[in-house]
């Protein structure tokens, strides 16, 4: 069982539960939330019988989610259990995948809820095997390789939550200067009215950039000072083709990468990004209170923006630019306007008040 003790130590790094006194409860309600997670899949491969087609990899990714709570509440109570687990016939060729496996798994994690609510570590052990047999059964059946899920979670969980963070690369390192981001800049938010509405229009060096923009909808949310959040991009995920057209560094000089990367098409998937977090946003106060982006939201970024090169930096670095975009979203909506100053060296995002030539 090497590779499920190394997982389980890779697992320990990333464990944000620990130190808590309800520890073992947090990390019991995880474990039956995967297992509820991992039914819910089942069931949907069965009711769409072939128009599932991502099932194997929703399923590796539950599988593996699971196996993390699994393993550290092995730690937590018994570490030594680990090396009593029997290594598992690995079938890499599903098998009928019926709901009936799959509700035994959730039938065993609910046991070992009760026994964590219940202090009864004696049946505790007995209970976590049968969490792993049956676990073994819907990974056989689902051609799922359970150490294949392992790797995968740690990868997952490394880009969620690293142990140490470190930026990615800029994409445009290696090109002309002019092509290049700027790696500092200052640019101003101006409010102005249109009649009985809001407008926002940008300057830069004295030059007005992009269009003059309004909230677009009947309710007036602020909308209109959308484009800090594709700042944001640009200094914390080193991308934004929507920021490159605005100052005219497209990388033209390789016209694959202009297309491809800086072109219409990844221009209205930032937009489309920008559009859907501030749905959830405006829910949420725009996270005025939050220390963190809820993840499913991060997955379903990371999904939409899949096959763009912004797809190889690390889940933290959206969490921060959503959250550091949102931050100067706040101060600009509420001031209004402003000037706002970036570093991408130090990838840092700064905001002053209006000068007063500046104001309405």
Known sequence: ????????????????????????????????????SIVAEIKKINREAGAYPSYRQRLT????????????????????LLDNLRPLKENRSSGEL??????????????????????????????????????????????????????????????????????????????PVEEQIPRSLTIQFLERSNGSRGLVLLRCNAIGI????????ADSDGY??????????????GWSPVVRALLRCKRKSRPEVD?????????????AVSAIVFSRAKQMRYFESAAQVDYDLLKDIQEFVHGYEVDQVPVWQWEKAIL??????????STPGG????????????????????AL
């Open 1 to 36: 069982m090497t590779w499920l003790t190394s997982y389980s130590a890779a697992a320990e790094l990333t464990d944000n539960f620990r130190g808590r006194q309800d520890h073992l409860h947090l990390l019991a309600a995880g474990l039956l939330g995967e297992a509820g």
């Open 339 to 358: 000037q706002v100053t970036w570093d991408l060296h130090r990838r840092s995002l700064d905001w002053s008040p209006p000068k007063r030539s500046e």
């Open 210 to 217: 992009g269009d003059r923009l309004t909230d677009n909808i």
């Open 224 to 237: 209109r000072y959308h484009d800090i959040f594709h700042i944001a991009h640009a200094v914390f995920l």
């Open 98 to 175: 019926d709901i009936r496996a799959a509700l035994d798994l959730g039938a065993a994690v609910g046991r070992v809820l009760s026994l964590v609510q219940e202090k009864q570590p004696s049946e505790l052990e007995s209970t976590l095997m049968l969490v792993w047999s049956t676990l073994a059964v819907v990974a056989n059946r689902a051609g799922v390789n359970l150490e294949d899920a392992g790797v995968a979670n740690l990868a997952k969980v490394g880009s969620r939550w690293p142990v140490e963070k470190s930026f990615h690369g800029l994409f445009d390192e290696e090109y």
């Open 61 to 80: 990714e539950e599988l593996g989610d699971f196996l993390w709570y699994f393993v550290r509440i092995i730690s937590v109570c018994d570490r030594g």
């Open 324 to 333: 550091e975009g949102y931050r100067l979203f706040r101060l600009l909506r």
């Open 259 to 271: 297309e491809n990367e800086d072109g219409a098409r990844a221009v209205i998937i930032e937009e």
